[in-house]
């Protein structure tokens, strides 16, 4: 299972995550797990500054 790839404070913000986003299926949560390791993101720092790259391409991809 993902507990013995990811550390469990990586599955945590997983699942918060889901629930931010107004879904408590463990699908969203393996789909979002899955993509985290196919970008190797392996710890929650690569996680939160992933996040905060996508942020930020988007923000600037919406500016006229």
Excluded: W
């Amino acid at each position: 299972g993902f507990l013995e790839i990811l550390p469990e404070d990586v599955i945590m913000y997983a699942i918060d995550e889901a629930c931010a986003h107004g879904t408590r299926q463990f699908a969203y949560v393996r789909k979002t797990l899955q993509a985290y390791l196919r970008s190797g993101l392996n710890t929650l720092g690569d996680v939160k500054a992933h996040e905060t790259k996508y942020t930020a391409a988007n923000s600037k991809a919406q500016k006229p």
